[in-house]
């Protein structure tokens, strides 16, 4: 038998190897480093049934903390279960704790990852409480509805190609208002005539190019799908309105963690609850901005050997975390006045696009961990707070100073202030 020279954090700890319907725990007993260890395993179920006998076995042999691995969405549930049962569980990826080939089984897994436990060796991951693990199933599914979405508009924008009407090339967007009337019209077989005459003031000027383009004819085919397709997009839509909507129910108390992000360039209000939803409204998990960048997958990896750095892709991290970073990257990129304008400008040149989009994410993330961190709204050190704010408010002052005949106008026909 092999003995532990490490220290013991947990006496009695346990390890679960977690699969879709069963799981394979192990409980680890040692009082004082140096002596042999107790090893006990078993196999439960991954049902309701099966968590409640493992929450009792590990009870009875008075389990102070557990270790898991991060294995898809299978271990959310035996993770809350231990977590009523006021078990201390660590979550690990499964990279940092992986067996090595030939020698993985269940029952060594779930025994390594109680050693991991009972010594504190590795890193556990970051879980926010369950208010928040559920409220991302709403951002993530809300998310996936877009992705969903923009397939859809692609669909119809590849059959009106196919059929002929190519609106596409003289509205910017066809599911505007405009866009939207010309698709409902042509399902509806109205005449050209009625069709233009229903647009707005602003496309009037193009009434050529639609009534060229409307000549297309459309079979009973393409109108069948193209009916379907908008269908499917307002559906989505709907579906879209009603998770946003209960997420900013949920998120009302986190009203102000909400203006502060949305004080950074680039940060739209749907954009700071996806944000707020993955990182949660406490940063004590992280030890720092460099650690927050890490975890959202938007920090440079390192790859040196024998003193040269050699090129590193990003390391891995929260992609949804990630994606939303990146979004946010491609306005603030957009956005006048601001550093991260200028930033991704001057990177853009010599590292290329993409790439600086990611280092504009980077920033952006250590931005949003300043803010969050100090309570503090974003003032951007290139832009002119000052002038913006003559500006914004210039004609509301001289609309109110000609009230009260403070600003009058002289014979000459010039403002002179009557004080």
């Known amino acids: ?45 991954a049902l309701p049934d099966g968590l ?25 549930r035996p993770y809350d279960v231990l977590r009523e049962a006021g078990i201390e569980v660590s979550l690990h990826h499964a990279h940092q704790i992986k067996q090595l080939r030939g020698r993985k089984t ?30 991302r199933e709403l951002s993530r599914c809300r998310a996936q509805l877009l992705a969903d979405r923009s397939r859809v508009r692609n669909r119809v924008h590849q059959v009106l190609d196919r059929a002929g009407l190519r609106i596409g090339g003289i509205l910017s967007d066809i599911f505007g208002v405009n866009g939207r009337r010309i698709l409902k019209a042509v399902l509806q077989q109205k005449p050209t005539a009625e069709v233009l005459d229903s647009l707005s003031w602003h496309v009037q000027g193009k009434r050529e190019q639609f009534a060229d383009a409307l000549q297309a ?8 799908t193209l009916k379907t397709l908008l269908t499917q997009h307002d559906q989505i839509e709907v579906h879209e309105r009603e998770l946003m909507q209960q997420m900013q129910q949920v ?14 360039p680039g940060i739209s209000y749907e954009s700071a609850a996806s944000i707020l939803i993955e990182i949660g409204p406490n940063l004590s998990e992280f030890d720092g901005a460099n650690s927050f960048a890490a975890w959202s997958g938007v920090c440079p990896g390192n790859n040196e050997s024998a003193g040269k750095r050699r090129h590193a892709r990003t390391r891995r991290g929260n992609r949804h975390m990630k994606r939303s970073l990146t979004e946010c990257a491609h306005a603030a990129s957009r956005s006048n006045g601001c550093q991260f304008q200028a930033y991704h400008k001057a990177l853009t040149v010599r590292r290329g696009y993409k790439r600086a989009i990611t280092a504009t994410a980077h920033k952006l993330a250590r931005t949003i961990y300043a803010v969050l961190r100090d309570q503090q709204p974003y003032l951007d050190p290139v832009a002119d707070y000052q002038q913006l704010l003559v500006r914004r408010n210039a004609p509301r002052w001289v609309r109110e100073l000609k009230k009260f005949g403070i ?13």
């Not at 006998?53 to 009870?59: A, H, K």
């Not at 270790?67 to 898809?72: C, I, V, W």
């Not at 436990?117 to 208010?131: R, T």
């Open 1 to 45: 038998m092999i003995n532990d020279d490490l220290h013991i954090v947990h006496s009695h700890a346990a390890g679960l190897d977690v699969h879709k319907m069963q799981i394979t725990a192990s409980v680890r007993l040692c009082e004082h480093a140096g002596e042999s260890p107790r090893c006990d395993t078993r196999s439960f179920s």
């Open 52 to 76: 409640g006998q493992m929450r009792g076995w590990l009870r009875e042999h008075q389990v102070q903390a557990a270790a898991m691995e991060a294995t898809g969405i299978y271990w959310q």
């Open 106 to 135: 269940d029952i060594q897994d779930s025994r390594w990852l109680a050693r991991v436990c009972q010594f504190g060796l590795g890193s556990p991951s970051f879980v926010p409480d369950k208010q928040f693990r559920d409220l």
């Open 217 to 224: 004819n459309l079979s009973d085919t393409v109108r069948v």
């Open 251 to 264: 998120l009302q108390p986190y009203a102000s963690q909400l203006e502060l992000l949305c004080t950074i």
């Open 407 to 419: 600003l009058q106008r002289n014979p000459d026909g010039e403002f002179v202030l009557n004080w």
